[in-house]
């Protein structure tokens, strides 16, 4: 079993920033790829980034490229995600996942899911 937490979410204007965390305990950790989902009101979740477990291999949704950024810290057992230049299209709950094996972008393959964090970007 893997446990998530995520944190970091919160109120923020347009343009500005958010770093969101995904702490993980449980199995190790150092082996799980992992990934960012958001679920906005009234719309299906959706793939953000993700990354491998090495860290050299990441994935990054169109929505968001050139404004979001994926990265671990293996020791701290600890996925990031930096988050520039918000959007109020970017409102949702905050989700992070692991797998096993190799990094993907499909929701259905991770086995493990955090509870959410809630980001809110007004205009």
């Known amino acids: 079993q893997v446990q998530l937490v995520e944190s970091g979410g919160g109120l923020v204007q347009a343009g500005g920033s958010l770093r969101l965390s995904c702490a993980a305990s449980?199995?190790?950790?150092?082996?799980?790829?992992m990934g960012w989902f958001r679920q906005a009101p009234g719309k299906e979740r959706e793939f953000v980034a993700a990354?491998?477990?090495?860290?050299?291999?990441?994935f990054i949704a169109d929505s968001v490229k050139g404004r979001f950024t994926i990265s671990r810290d293996n020791p701290k057992n600890t996925v990031y995600l930096q988050m520039n230049s918000l959007k109020p299209e970017d409102t949702a709950v905050y989700y992070c996942?692991?797998?096993?094996?190799?990094?993907?972008?499909?929701?259905?393959?991770?086995?493990?899911w955090g509870q959410g964090t809630q980001v809110t970007v007004s205009s």
């Open positions: 996942a692991v797998k096993k094996g190799s990094v993907v972008t499909t929701e259905n393959l991770y086995d493990y």
């Open positions: 449980g199995r190790t950790f150092s082996k799980y790829a």
């Open positions: 990354i491998s477990w090495s860290g050299g291999s990441t």
